[in-house]
């Protein structure tokens, strides 16, 4: 059996908040009166994972350190100069046009059958989505296949992890919660 140590875990957390990218923002919240923007989940469930790896004993690769956006081919570059075991997106989704809440609800964990490693890709993603059933409350709804170069581009396994959804009022608060964002973290782990 490889040691921890053996492995290179890369970790990337979608949409930067400096400049905001536009529609990935939760709508209005009430009492609050502003928005959370997809990043200020992505970002810290990202940050959590990085730790949890390294308390396991995994080297680890921030594919995107930085705050703001950068371009999606950057990001496939840093990771296939990286050479990581493997690549793990954290995404938060959202439904209908961005402005009203809505039912659509759960966490979804993705993969492509493009990416030259497709079915270790599919293993990890059925592995992560498992581990987020035993740990997180909220619906799970599924593995699916999407065709974004951070799953189809980079060379090594790749999966993506909407982990709920910002147009629902529910899963929208979840974005904050630092339990729950520690709990995505540590079941992606």
Same mark, same amino acid.
Request: proline share 4%.
């Given at each position: 059996?490889?040691?921890?140590?053996?492995?290179? +875990?890369? @970790?990337?957390?979608?949409?930067?908040?400096?400049?905001?990218?536009?529609?990935?923002?939760?709508?209005?919240?009430?009492?609050?009166?502003?928005?959370?923007?997809?990043?200020?989940?992505?970002?810290?469930?990202?940050?959590?994972?990085?730790? @949890?790896?390294?308390?396991?004993?995994?080297?680890?690769?921030?594919?995107?350190?930085? +705050?703001?956006?950068?371009?999606?081919?950057?990001?496939?570059?840093?990771?296939?100069?990286?050479?990581?075991?493997?690549?793990?997106?954290?995404?938060?989704?959202?439904?209908?046009?961005?402005?009203?809440?809505?039912?659509?609800?759960?966490?979804?964990?993705?993969?492509?059958?493009?990416?030259?490693?497709?079915?270790?890709?599919?293993?990890?993603?059925?592995?992560?989505?498992?581990?987020?059933?035993?740990?997180?409350?909220?619906?799970?709804?599924? +593995?699916?296949?999407?065709?974004?170069?951070?799953?189809?581009?980079?060379?090594?396994?790749?999966?993506?992890?909407?982990?709920?959804?910002?147009?629902?009022?529910?899963?929208?608060?979840?974005?904050?919660?630092?339990?729950?964002?520690?709990?995505?973290?540590?079941?992606?782990?």
């Amino acid at each position: 059996m490889a040691l921890a140590s053996s492995f290179l +875990i890369a @970790a990337n957390d979608e949409h930067g908040l400096n400049p905001p990218t536009a529609g990935k923002r939760t709508p209005i919240m009430p009492y609050i009166n502003r928005s959370f923007y997809e990043n200020e989940f992505n970002r810290r469930c990202k940050n959590a994972f990085i730790e @949890a790896c390294l308390r396991c004993g995994f080297n680890v690769f921030d594919v995107k350190p930085e +705050i703001q956006d950068i371009s999606i081919t950057l990001r496939v570059r840093r990771t296939n100069n990286a050479r990581p075991t493997l690549v793990v997106t954290f995404a938060y989704n959202a439904s209908g046009d961005g402005t009203t809440f809505n039912n659509a609800n759960g966490f979804e964990v993705y993969y492509s059958r493009l990416n030259q490693f497709a079915t270790r890709s599919q293993n990890l993603s059925e592995d992560v989505y498992q581990q987020l059933i035993n740990n997180v409350s909220n619906n799970g709804r599924g +593995i699916g296949t999407l065709n974004v170069s951070m799953l189809t581009a980079v060379n090594c396994p790749a999966t993506l992890i909407e982990a709920g959804f910002m147009t629902n009022f529910e899963e929208a608060k979840l974005m904050l919660n630092p339990i729950y964002i520690t709990q995505v973290a540590e079941g992606v782990c």
